[in-house]
């Protein structure tokens, strides 16, 4: 009996998977004759799309930006991919069968920032970051949207300035939610309604440049709303960005004080030759409401190819005006040269006088990038920066070029020289990046007065007209170091896991002061964390 019992078992299994077989068959067989309506859940490679601006990320992609053909313009970031060749990544499709074939793709995949440590000086110091999150992607021909949110708790290692102040903000939201609890977040759509047009927005960061940093727009400040329109053709690509922004210099701690502002961006790029980009820049920068009338977001900013500076006149407004260029030039594919000027003011007579005059107002980038120096995928990058006092201030924080108490640029503001090195090199699953850079700069030594570093306060406040150097004021002298390991864990979602140590000097009047912090931890790669100034 029990022999019988188990023969007829395994019968029953037999027709079951027979069964099985046939129905996989049959579905299988109306899939591929295309018939309509038959839906597929799937796990299946996918390339990226939204390319993100952390700079270990973007060294990693290195082949993308370095490409050197017209329709490249890799200073405009985040740098956004509609194609239809999907072998990166996994995701959790949702495929429907119809004549067309057209394809969404949609993941749903964790955060992580679970990073512990210690930092000594002259005492030691835990310090903690302790968050997960999630993110959501979904892509289609011409559709792309991404969202991501990762709360987490942030202890000891918090660091605003050279000077140590501390400031209890996040580079993510600019301020925590709780004691100690902070988030980071993004929300983006893009549409591309043809070859010519592509339309995004949403809550999140943009850049321009080729470097480390950027003197014209990077992602030093929180996220915040943001609206652009990309137009490419022939070699060529204009952007309008629309930002809205925040300023709360006046009291950073409390959101009811918080006033509206708003920047209009022109970004133009060309690309001259496969090698050869020259990129043109203009912004204006305005209150959201005056003493007079509740601007809210100027109409008269929206038009997408006039110069701010005549719309400005004829608003009789005293808003913000900002010029700048980037040029850069690639060769053999792997190497880029580059370069970045911003205008804040400018008059040429006092400069041909050698007067120092405060309102000449100006910044200055050079750089040079390569992602195989001597061997592959060893990452070399040196770059200088120069700004002088006062660029990026005007009479009031509400028009100053930064956003909730922070640079949208640089994250010393003005009045600095910097030198800094990034070398990288990876292989297979593992990837060392040591980062250096030395920093001088002036700061105020009273409330009263500005020496032009700290761009939220007004350049009305300087001491005189003339006589106005970089450095100027009470001078800091850091110098970073900071060496990085990473083993990918899970690079489809930028999941690794890390040990860093981070080497930091600060010569001030008061002294010279060293700060060695070890961590290890796991984390997402995704956005970039400035406490190197």
Same mark, same amino acid.
């Given at each position: 009996m029990s022999s019988?019992s188990?023969?007829?078992r395994?019968r029953?299994v037999?027709n079951?998977l027979i069964?099985?077989?046939?129905?996989s068959?049959?579905?299988?067989?109306?899939?591929? =004759?295309?018939?309509?309506?038959q839906?597929?859940l799937?796990?299946?490679?996918?390339?990226?799309?939204?390319?993100n601006?952390?700079?270990r990320?973007?060294i990693d992609?290195a082949?993308?930006y370095?490409i050197d053909h017209?329709? #490249?313009?890799?200073s405009?970031?985040?740098l956004?991919? +509609?194609?239809?060749?999907h072998n990166?990544?996994m995701?959790?499709?949702?495929?429907?069968?119809t004549?067309?074939?057209?394809?969404?793709r949609?993941?749903?995949?964790?955060?992580?920032d679970?990073?512990?440590?210690?930092?000594?000086s002259n005492?030691?110091n835990?310090v903690?970051?302790a968050?997960?999150?999630v993110?959501f992607?979904?892509?289609?021909?011409k559709f792309l949207?991404?969202?991501k949110f990762?709360?987490?708790?942030?202890?000891g290692?918090?660091?605003?300035?050279?000077?140590?102040?501390?400031?209890?903000?996040?580079?993510?939201?600019?301020r925590s939610?709780t004691n100690?609890?902070f988030?980071?977040a993004?929300v983006?759509?893009?549409y591309?309604a #043809?070859?010519?047009?592509?339309?995004?927005g949403?809550?999140?960061?943009?850049?321009?440049?080729?470097g480390y940093r950027s003197?014209?727009?990077?992602? @030093?400040?929180a996220?915040?709303p943001?609206?652009k329109?990309?137009?490419s053709f022939a !070699?060529?690509?204009?952007?309008?960005l629309?930002n809205?922004?925040?300023? #709360?210099?006046?009291?950073?701690?409390?959101?009811?004080q918080?006033?509206n502002?708003?920047?209009s961006?022109?970004y133009?790029s060309w690309?001259?030759?496969?090698e050869?980009?020259l990129?043109?820049?203009e912004?204006?920068?305005?209150?959201?409401?005056?003493?007079?009338?509740?601007?809210?977001?100027?109409?008269n900013?929206?038009?997408?190819?006039?110069?701010?500076?005549?719309?400005?006149?004829?608003?009789?407004?005293s808003? =913000?005006v900002?010029?700048?260029?980037?040029?850069?030039?690639?060769f053999?594919?792997?190497?880029?040269v580059?370069?970045?000027?911003?205008l804040d003011?400018f008059?040429?007579s006092e400069?041909q006088?050698?007067s120092k005059? $405060?309102?000449?107002?100006?910044?200055?980038q050079?750089g040079y990038?390569?992602?195989?120096?001597?061997v592959?995928n060893?990452?070399?990058?040196i770059? +200088?920066?120069g700004?002088r006092p006062?660029t990026?201030s005007?009479?009031?924080?509400?028009?100053?070029y930064?956003?909730?108490n922070?640079?949208?640029?640089?994250?010393?503001g003005? =009045?600095f020289?910097?030198l800094? @090195?990034?070398?990288?090199?990876?292989?297979?699953?593992h990837?060392f990046?040591n980062?250096m850079? +030395?920093?001088s700069?002036?700061v105020?030594?009273s409330a009263t007065t500005s020496?032009?570093?700290?761009?939220?306060?007004?350049?009305?406040?300087?001491? !005189?007209n003339?006589d106005h150097?970089?450095?100027?004021?009470?001078?800091?002298?850091?110098f970073n170091?900071?060496?990085?390991y990473?083993?990918a864990? $899970?690079?489809e979602?930028?999941?690794?896991?890390l040990?860093?140590?981070d $080497?930091r000097?600060?010569n001030?009047?008061?002294?010279?002061?060293?700060?060695h912090t070890?961590?290890?931890g796991?984390?997402s790669?995704i956005?970039n964390?400035?406490n190197?100034?």
């Open positions: 019988l188990t023969l007829k395994k029953k037999r079951i069964l099985i077989s046939f129905i068959a049959t579905a299988f067989g109306q899939i591929k =004759n295309g018939v309509k309506d839906l597929l799937e796990l299946t490679p996918v390339s990226k799309k939204f390319l601006l952390n700079y990320s973007q992609q082949g993308l370095f017209k329709q #490249n313009h890799s405009v970031k985040p956004m991919r +509609f194609t239809k060749d990166n990544g995701f959790l499709k949702l495929r429907k069968k004549d067309n074939l057209k394809v969404n949609t993941r749903l995949y964790p955060l992580s679970l990073t512990g440590g210690v930092q000594l005492s030691s835990a903690l970051n968050g997960l999150g993110g992607d979904h892509s289609s021909t949207f991404t969202a990762l709360p987490y708790y942030a202890q290692g918090a660091l605003a300035d050279s000077s140590r102040t501390l400031h209890n903000q996040d580079f993510g939201s600019s939610m100690n609890m988030y980071r993004e983006v759509a893009a591309q #043809n070859k010519f047009f592509t339309f995004s949403g809550y999140g960061k943009n850049w321009f440049g080729e003197l014209l727009l990077s992602d @030093n400040a996220a915040h943001f609206a329109i990309e137009t !070699g060529i690509k204009y952007v309008n629309y809205a922004w925040k300023d #709360n210099a006046n009291n950073p701690y409390d959101r009811s918080d006033i502002k708003f920047s961006i022109h133009l690309n001259i030759t496969r050869l980009n990129s043109i820049f912004t204006v920068v305005w209150q959201g409401k005056d003493t007079l009338t509740n601007r809210g977001f100027d109409v900013y929206l038009n997408p190819i006039v110069f701010y500076r005549p719309v400005e006149y004829g608003l009789g407004s808003d =913000n900002l010029l700048g260029a980037n040029l850069s030039y690639k053999d594919i792997k190497h880029n580059y370069a970045q000027f911003v003011e008059l040429l400069l006088a050698k005059w $405060w309102a000449n107002k100006y910044g200055y050079l990038k390569t992602a195989n120096l001597l592959d060893l990452y070399f990058q770059e +200088f920066n700004v006062f990026y005007h009479k009031s924080s509400q028009h100053a930064g956003h909730l922070s640079s949208v640029t640089h994250p010393v003005a =009045n020289y910097e800094l @090195n990034v070398v990288s090199y990876k292989k297979d699953k990837r990046t980062k850079n +030395f920093i700069y002036g105020d030594s020496v032009g570093q700290d761009i939220f306060k007004s350049y009305t406040l300087r001491d !005189g003339y150097l970089i450095m100027q004021g009470q001078r800091l002298q850091v170091e900071s060496f990085v990473e083993y864990l $899970w690079p979602i930028e999941m690794y896991l040990a860093k140590y $080497w000097a600060v001030t009047s008061q002294g010279l002061n060293h700060f070890f961590s290890v796991i984390k790669r956005w964390s400035y190197d100034f």
